[in-house]
């Protein structure tokens, strides 16, 4: 399969790395295009793939077209390669909010659409992934994609009615994480711990209690339980996380970014 893709950030750079390290694609048979020829250079240096600046010549050259820019180029990319892209090719758009409806009006015919919202820890290999396709994309094609994207995430079949939700709840939330460890860190600092050591302590606090959810099947509440001793140090901290809001924070925060995604 001959893979295209428009845009090589961060998001599509790691997808890249994932799929070339699990040795799913062979580097030959992939074609990025970028705005800058820096870029370019510089991953055709690290992965060894085919580059160009002509985003045409991307979707010509490709038989699965991944769409790595933001959202608001999504417009100016789908009208540069409407006409390049053919029936038999299947897009895959990693944007939020461009629905297939959106996308259907935007290249003016029927086409096979793939909807994915990755995550940035797929830069270590560690996403989670929403993803969902339209009638025309087969269950084998689907699951050929499943596949080759398990290189670099962990992936979902779900209705595109949620992918809005997974944008609030996996595609937005490092961004979450990353606050909580900071603040955490923060607070470790105004103690008296080195600031590199405060982040490893937190950072791999969040890892380890992330694995215990996964890894035992157990309910939040009932590992956080484990947790709290009878008048314990643990349940007043969570004392006051209750107190200060940080449940109510949390849920607000994911329905704002749902929200937001559903008007993009």
Not at 67 to 92: M, S
Not at 97 to 106: H, M, N, P, S
Not at 124 to 138: D, L, Q, R, Y
Request: a neutral charge.
């Amino acid at each position: 399969m001959r893979l295209g893709f428009i845009g090589c950030g961060n998001m599509g750079s790691a997808m890249i790395r994932g799929i070339l390290d699990a040795g799913l694609c062979a580097p030959q048979d992939i074609t990025v295009s970028a705005r800058h020829r820096e870029t370019l250079e510089k991953k055709k240096a690290e992965f060894g793939i085919n580059t160009t600046e002509d985003n045409r010549e991307v979707a010509q050259a490709s038989n699965l077209l991944f769409l790595a820019v933001k959202p608001q180029f999504y417009a100016e990319v789908i009208g540069e390669i409407k006409t390049a892209v053919r029936k038999d090719q299947i897009i895959v758009s990693i944007a939020p909010g461009k629905t297939f409806a959106w996308l259907e009006d935007a290249f003016e015919k029927p086409l096979k659409i793939v909807r994915m919202m990755p995550n940035t820890p797929v830069t270590v290999k560690e996403g989670m992934t929403g993803i969902c396709a339209n009638e025309k994309v087969s269950e084998g094609e689907l699951r050929k994609i499943c596949s080759l994207c398990a290189g670099f995430s962990k992936m979902e079949v779900i209705p595109e009615r949620l992918m809005d939700v997974v944008t609030g709840v996996s595609g937005s939330s490092p961004a979450y994480v990353f606050l909580f460890i900071e603040a955490m860190a923060d607070a470790a600092v105004s103690e008296g711990m080195p600031r590199a050591q405060a982040y490893k302590f937190a950072a791999q606090a969040v890892l380890g209690s992330a694995k215990m959810v996964l890894d035992t099947g157990k309910h939040p509440a009932e590992l956080k339980d484990m947790v709290c001793s009878p008048a314990g140090t643990t349940i007043e901290a969570v004392r006051v996380l209750e107190e200060k809001g940080l449940r109510s924070a949390v849920f607000e925060a994911v329905k704002a970014c749902v929200r937001k995604s559903r008007e993009m």
